[in-house]
């Protein structure tokens, strides 16, 4: 079975220094990896996805993370947090033949501090 | 750009009443999902629907059935409500692939008393 696991469930960081959020799936077929941000009160927004091609992934709101086989990990990073940034993240993980259905992680809040 | 719609945003329903969601997929979507979760609680998939029938089903109970209409809207129908069906209910669309992403409605808030 498939499923991810986010390490720490609460992250703090000073504004302008460095985030990272990390996530290990486990998976026996490739997985796709997908990261969605949660702001209060609100709906799950994509951040960004990998699927196939390239392990270093771009997404909005200048997160960026990095498919790594070797380690089974899709950790999140941004190299300056901002305040807006504070909210709830999910990562997720789905896979060829899995009907597209999303397995969350529990998720990470992030708080910014200034 | 249009996003999924979900009404009501809000729901206050008493023990053993029946409640009613309703999603409305982003324009070409063919694909819905729902997903519940709890307070504090990642999102857990219910079940999900292609070109209006069942394509997969996850841990939704018996008390709980949905379909998927002609103009690709869905529905969630509860019944016998129980204290710990209070949770946030998510709507997403995607078009059809396991690649595609999935666009996340801002959910339905329900609450049982």
């Known amino acids: 079975a498939q499923s991810v696991t986010q390490l720490g469930s609460h992250v703090s960081v000073s504004e302008g220094a460095l985030v990272l959020l990390r996530c290990n799936y486990s998976?026996?077929?490739?997985?796709?990896l997908f990261w969605y941000v949660q702001y209060p009160n609100q709906g799950l927004q994509l951040l960004l996805k990998?699927?196939?091609?390239?392990?270093l992934v771009k997404g909005i709101n200048g997160f960026e993370a990095e498919f790594k086989k070797s380690e089974t990990s899709f950790h999140l990073t941004k190299p300056s947090a901002h305040m807006s940034d504070a909210a709830e993240y999910f990562c997720?993980?789905?896979?060829?033949?899995?009907?597209?259905?999303?397995?969350f992680g529990t998720g990470t809040q992030l708080k910014v501090e200034l | 750009a249009a996003g999924v719609i979900q009404s009501p945003r809000h729901l206050i329903k008493e023990k053993r009443e029946t409640a009613t969601l309703k999603c409305y997929p982003i324009?070409?979507?063919?694909?819905v999902y729902w997903y519940q979760q709890g307070p504090g609680q990642d999102p857990q998939f219910l079940i999900s629907?292609?070109?209006?029938?069942?394509?997969d089903k996850g841990s939704i109970p018996d008390r709980f059935s949905a379909q998927q209409f002609s103009d690709y809207h869905s529905e969630l129908n509860m019944s016998s409500l129980e204290l710990g069906d209070s949770a946030l209910y998510f709507c997403?669309?995607?078009?059809?692939?396991?690649?595609?992403?999935?666009?996340f409605g801002p959910g339905t808030r329900l609450l049982v008393l």
């Open positions: 324009p070409r979507h063919d694909t």
């Open positions: 998976s026996s077929v490739p997985p796709y």
């Open positions: 990998y699927t196939t091609g390239a392990t």
């Open positions: 629907f292609y070109e209006k029938m069942q394509s």
């Open positions: 997403a669309s995607s078009t059809a692939g396991t690649m595609e992403t999935q666009y």
């Open positions: 997720a993980v789905t896979f060829t033949g899995g009907g597209n259905k999303l397995t």
